[in-house]
């Protein structure tokens, strides 16, 4: 796997939504679920090619999808916020890579920090770690997605899971992910997964037959789960426990 650049807190809604195929009508884009930037409030630098093909698939369709047939505002596209995940990263990558002479099969990861505009609880925090991976390649399935996450967690010690159908904007077949945590006694949602739609692939440029798997997972819930922690708040935040770090011993990882 290939770690992907993530040091970009601020993301243009270009890239965080309707590069993703996401409608600019989406309720995610609201301000109730989105830090929008003041200063600078608005991004300019895009590919522009790219952009009047992402405009034409979510305004007038193609590539056999009829698209979302509304007017698709540059205005909404250009606007500054705190990205809400790093696959807004996961499409930078995937049009860098369309735009090479010859394709090759890639794969992806990045762990970094992501913001959303919610109510913070035993489960849920305001700004959070996503740990996001995308394989491209030919012929590639959703068994195959299924197994490198079933794979990932094993070798965390996770083997309660369970896969349950989603809706994305930007892949079908969509899937959560739930793991049982053995303290709140219930299934929590440790991730989202799916295969990344035509409609978002191929304005990037990317061959028809080129199949590309993503997930999203949360980096604090597992940790919850796999240490038997009630409360997120513990992980991240004022509520740390900074003698933790103190009483145990630093973790060496062998080349």
Not at 24 to 53: C, G, N, W
């Amino acid at each position: 796997f290939t770690e992907m650049p993530t040091q970009n807190f601020v993301e243009s809604c270009f890239w965080n939504f309707d590069s993703l195929f996401q409608p600019q009508q989406h309720p995610a884009r609201d301000a109730h679920d989105t830090f929008f930037i003041s200063e600078p409030r608005v991004a300019k630098d895009f590919p522009m090619d790219y952009l009047y093909r992402v405009k034409q698939i979510h305004s007038e369709g193609g590539h056999g999808s009829q698209g979302y047939k509304v007017d698709w505002k540059i205005e909404e596209a250009e606007k500054n916020i705190l990205r809400t995940h790093t696959t807004a990263n996961s499409a930078r990558m995937l049009y860098r890579l369309a735009q090479q002479k010859e394709f090759k099969p890639v794969k992806y990861f990045s762990i970094d920090r992501v913001f959303r505009n919610e109510n913070v609880d035993d489960t849920h925090l305001a700004e959070f770690h996503q740990i996001e991976g995308s394989v491209a390649d030919y012929g590639l399935t959703l068994g195959d997605l299924m197994g490198i996450i079933q794979e990932f967690f094993k070798k965390l010690g996770i083997t309660k899971l369970r896969f349950k159908p989603a809706y994305n904007p930007y892949t079908e077949p969509s899937m959560e992910i739930f793991s049982y945590h053995e303290g709140l006694k219930k299934w929590v949602e440790i991730g989202n997964s799916g295969i990344f739609r035509p409609e978002m692939l191929l304005p990037m440029g990317l061959p028809e037959n080129v199949s590309v798997i993503a997930w999203g997972l949360s980096l604090e819930r597992p940790t919850m789960i796999k240490y038997k922690i009630d409360d997120i708040r513990t992980l991240i935040g004022p509520k740390v426990n900074l003698q933790m770090v103190y009483d145990n011993p630093i973790c060496i990882l062998d080349n």
